[in-house]
């Protein structure tokens, strides 16, 4: 009963480094987003996808791309990273309407050095 | 976007009712009201959503205004395992994808 899987769980990387985070569902949602979350902070919306082949810039896309790879995968990709960078980041799916519960994968814990 | 507001904290005894706060004052005709919650070191999980009717789950209930500018969860008996953020969240029929979080409400649950 795997839900929504993240990976890596844990990543260190340097200032200017760049990594991709892996997320997949096997729900068969046509929803996905990604999140992060600051220390003793909310959640911030980063980046959605409200269905294969689209996506769209939540409240802080800025230094983040995004890849609807298929209906299961959704990756995270930081060209570039910086220490503010440094944050929780978690990835959910649901189904496409406004009463779809979000599930969330248990997070990757990204350090920028 | 309608944004909601929620106490920072709140504090209660283990097996009592817990009745948590959220303020929408700016909701649409459209929004539903759903509410998550999440444990240290966890994902967020969802816990119960509504758009006009008291509704109830087997995790708790939620009561909505009459005139919907607020809401409020209950959790009827509270166990150390309550101890959660929890998030009031507005979502539209029209932007559903912007599904946003605040800050939520710390909710500590005492022996």
């Known amino acids: 009963n795997a839900g929504v899987t993240q990976t890596p769980k844990f990543q260190v990387l340097k200032t200017g480094q760049s990594m991709t985070l892996q997320c997949a569902q096997d729900m068969n949602h046509n929803s996905m987003y990604w999140y992060r979350q600051d220390p003793g902070m909310g959640l911030r919306l980063i980046y959605y996808?409200?269905?294969?082949?689209?996506?769209d810039k939540g409240e802080v896309p800025n230094g983040y791309n995004v890849s609807r790879l298929n209906k299961r995968e959704f990756s995270l990709r930081l060209e570039s990273a910086a220490p503010s960078q440094t944050s929780v980041y978690f990835c959910?799916?649901?189904?496409?309407?406004?009463?779809?519960?979000?599930?969330f994968g248990e997070g990757s814990r990204l350090t920028v050095l | 976007d309608a944004k909601t507001t929620q106490p920072n904290s709140m504090e209660s005894n283990e097996e009592e009712p817990v009745h948590l706060p959220c303020n929408h004052s700016?909701?649409?005709?459209?929004?539903?009201i759903h509410w998550y919650r999440q444990l240290p070191s966890q994902g967020p999980e969802y816990v119960i959503h509504?758009?006009?009717s008291n509704v109830n789950n087997r995790m708790a209930s939620l009561a909505i205004a009459e005139d919907r500018k607020s809401s409020t969860l209950i959790l009827h008996r509270a166990t150390l395992r309550d101890a959660a953020v929890y998030y009031c969240?507005?979502?539209?029929?029209?932007?559903?994808?912007?599904?946003?979080f605040g800050a939520g409400t710390q909710v500590v649950v005492t022996p």
């Open positions: 996808s409200a269905s294969e082949g689209t996506t």
């Open positions: 509504g758009l006009t």
């Open positions: 969240i507005l979502r539209a029929t029209d932007s559903w994808g912007k599904f946003q």
């Open positions: 959910a799916s649901s189904s496409r309407q406004v009463t779809g519960e979000l599930f």
């Open positions: 700016t909701i649409s005709g459209t929004d539903y």
